[in-house]
T-cell receptor
C-alpha cells in the first residue's frame, strides 16, 4: 500500500535558523496538509494545499511558515526563523478528495529547536 | 467553528472488558467523523469513518447527531488495542481541514 513519506525523521536546529521539512505525498492524491503535535498536546492543523496554492491555514501558520510543491512529488514546509516553541512533531498528510476522504499520514518529523 | 472533545485523557481497562472512548463534536453543518489510532512509535492511521459503518479490529462507532457524539466501542478489549485514539471531524467540502480531538490514551491491562 502506498504511504506518505517524510524526511528527516528527526531534525535538530538552533533558534533563528531556517528548516525545511520534506514530504512525498501519495502519488494520486491532490490535497496536502501539514499538522503539528507539540509533545503531550493534540494534533493541530497548520495548512492545506491544493492546486499549487494554500487552500486554508490556521493561526499558527504565520509569516514564518511557508509551503511549496517544488516538483511533481515533494511537498515542503519551511520555517524561516525557528523559535523554541516550534519544537514539535510535524506530520504531513494527503488525501484524494479534500474533506471527503480520509487523511493518510506520514511518520512525522520531530523538530527540536535549541 | 468546529470543535472535537474527548473527555478522557487516559482510559485503562482489563483485557476482555468492554471499552468506550467518548467523542463529542460541535459543528453547525453535517460533518464527516473519523477515528484515527496511533500505536507506539507509528504514524497516525485511519481506524474507521462513520459513513462506511464498518467494524475494524472489532471497533465500531455510531454517529449520534442528536447528541453530537461519535463514541468508539469495542466489546472485548485486547492488549494490542493499547494506543492513542483521536476523534477527528472533517467539514464536508474540498480542501477543508480536519479538526482533531485531544486524544485518549487507551491502556489495556493483562
Amino acid at each position: 500500500e502506498p504511504e506518505v513519506t517524510q524526511t528527516p525523521s528527526h531534525q535538530v536546529t538552533q533558534m533563528g535558523q531556517e528548516v525545511i521539512l520534506r514530504c512525498v505525498p501519495i502519488s494520486n492524491h491532490l490535497y496536502f496538509y501539514w499538522y503539528r503535535q507539540i509533545l503531550g498536546q493534540k494534533v493541530e492543523f497548520l495548512v492545506s494545499f491544493y492546486n499549487n496554492e494554500i487552500s486554508e491555514k490556521s493561526e499558527i501558520f504565520d509569516d514564518q511558515f511557508s509551503v511549496e510543491r517544488p516538483d511533481g512529488s515533494n511537498f515542503t514546509l519551511k520555517i524561516r526563523s525557528t523559535k523554541l516553541e516550534d519544537s514539535a512533531m510535524y506530520f504531513c498528510a494527503s488525501n484524494r478528495d479534500g474533506g471527503n476522504s480520509p487523511l493518510h499520514f506520514g511518520n512525522g518529523t520531530r523538530l527540536t529547536v535549541t | 467553528a468546529q470543535r472535537v472533545t474527548q473527555p478522557e485523557k487516559l482510559l485503562s481497562v482489563f483485557k476482555g472488558a468492554p471499552v468506550e472512548l467518548k467523542c463529542n463534536y460541535s459543528y453547525s453543518g453535517s460533518p464527516e467523523l473519523f477515528w484515527y489510532v496511533q500505536y507506539s512509535r507509528q504514524r497516525l492511521q485511519l481506524l474507521l469513518r462513520h459513513i462506511s459503518r464498518e467494524s475494524i479490529k472489532g471497533f465500531t462507532a455510531d454517529l449520534n447527531k442528536g447528541e453530537t457524539s461519535f463514541h468508539l466501542k469495542k466489546p472485548f478489549a485486547q492488549e494490542e488495542d493499547s494506543a492513542m485514539y483521536y476523534c477527528a471531524l472533517s467539514p464536508r467540502g474540498y480542501g477543508q481541514n480536519f479538526v482533531f480531538g485531544p486524544g485518549t490514551r487507551l491502556s489495556v491491562l493483562p
